[in-house]
């Protein structure tokens, strides 16, 4: 049933339904508010979904189902065990094969009906808008700043509408952005977020964690609003955000106007750039300040008296650690609450998972004049993959 705010359909009906079709999709054709026409535009939708991951996954599986009729699936990746946990379009089996393949013969197996188009490409300024033009939909279930403002600045530039979704800990948000929406309703990326944050500031879910079953109440969103979007029902989150928190379980949204400020897109950009994983202080403190898995385990090998400072969270530290190391998480460096008890008498190595955290640490430090500090590149897991591999990888 449309409503006041309900958008155009996005997609034209396809001629027809099969009889197995009917029978496949009757709980859907009896609804009303989607019925035979409802399911006929799901039939034509060619959807792109950027991401077989966390949130990709559930969004694959229910499009699928669904009978969207073109699913396209950006994914370079390959199937890790640490995926399993909440990517539930991949198994046991999948481990070491292409993400991509993976969520191909998962999603043939519910709907061997769809026809599933694989891009086993990192989405970049060079191939987003051509690629994006190909489909009526884009499903943005990426897990970094710099993806993200990708994928909208490509969806500005090919007039396609997109839906969002982001995962982190016990929460996610969803919303949908459309720069060309009727009505002058345009919104888009940039209007919740003009700038990236700073680096460091917003960890990852690989660095921060994510409650595997909170992908699939993020991604059931995310796939009810590409439903509404392509068949014109109900009200669809364009001009809001969905705020979801399992842990108080409450979902709020929050109005989103369009930023007076903001410039029109004209042109695709540098997006690590502009979003810089590591702050360019740290950058400046890491140059010259790094050492390898390797070279220090031949310090400390050889007897040489470091302060080996380990500044992840305790819940890290707990899975795994390097032996003699003291745990110091990032923020009490950054705050300089731990700085006065750090030793001035020997050299100082500062480690975290992946070294990123770490070289903002050791920019901090750099500041409060330890001139004999550095960090280890690669973190906890260079050392675990080069040096200690009995050592479990998180």
Same mark, same amino acid.
Request: negative net charge; proline residues 6%; glycine residues 8%.
């Given at each position: ?31 009303? +508010? ?29 499009? *699928? ?15 890790? *065990? ?165 842990? +108080? ?123 004999? *500090? ?21």
């Amino acid at each position: 049933m449309s409503s006041p705010k309900s958008l155009p359909p996005l997609v034209e009906p396809a001629a027809e339904l099969t009889r197995d079709e009917v029978a496949r999709y009757s709980r859907h054709l009896i609804i009303p +508010d989607l019925g035979m026409d409802g399911q006929k535009r799901l039939k034509n939708a060619k959807v792109l979904v950027i991401g077989a991951g966390g949130l990709g996954s559930p969004t694959l599986l229910y499009l *699928a189902a669904a009978g969207v009729g073109t699913l396209g699936i950006v994914e370079f990746d390959e199937v890790d *065990a640490s995926n399993l946990q909440r990517q539930v379009i991949h198994g046991e089996s999948d481990i070491g094969r292409p993400k991509a393949d993976s969520a191909r013969d998962s999603i043939l197996e519910i709907n061997s009906d769809i026809d599933v188009r694989l891009h086993k490409i990192r989405l970049e300024p060079d191939n987003a808008v051509e690629l994006f033009g190909e489909y009526d939909l884009i499903v943005d279930g990426t897990d970094n700043f710099a993806t993200r403002y990708l994928v909208n600045d490509a969806a500005v530039l090919a007039s396609k509408p997109y839906v969002w979704g982001s995962i982190y800990r016990f929460e996610g948000q969803v919303s949908v952005f459309w720069e060309d929406a009727p009505d002058g309703r345009g919104l888009n990326y940039r209007d919740l977020y003009p700038e990236a944050p700073p680096p460091g500031m917003v960890p990852s879910c690989a660095e921060g964690g994510v409650l595997g079953v909170l992908c699939a109440s993020i991604g059931s969103v995310m796939v009810t609003e590409a439903i509404k979007l392509i068949t014109g029902t109900g009200e669809p989150l364009l001009g809001r955000l969905m705020v979801y928190d399992a842990l +108080d379980m409450n979902y709020r949204t929050i109005k989103l106007r369009r930023d007076p400020e903001r410039q029109p897109i004209t042109e695709l950009i540098d997006y690590d750039e502009f979003c810089g994983v590591v702050s360019e202080e740290g950058q400046a403190a890491a140059a010259g300040s790094t050492i390898t898995a390797p070279e220090l385990a031949e310090l400390l090998d050889a007897g040489k008296q470091i302060e080996l400072i380990d500044v992840r969270e305790s819940v890290e530290w707990d899975i795994m650690h390097i032996e003699g190391a003291t745990l110091i998480p990032k923020d009490r460096i950054l705050s300089g609450e731990v700085l006065s008890d750090l030793p001035q008498d020997r050299p100082i190595v500062l480690y975290c998972k992946t070294g990123v955290r770490s070289a903002e640490a050791l920019a901090a430090l750099k500041r409060a004049g330890f001139s004999d *500090a550095s960090h280890l590149q690669g973190g906890a897991i260079a050392w675990a993959n080069q040096v200690d591999k009995a050592l479990p990888v998180y």
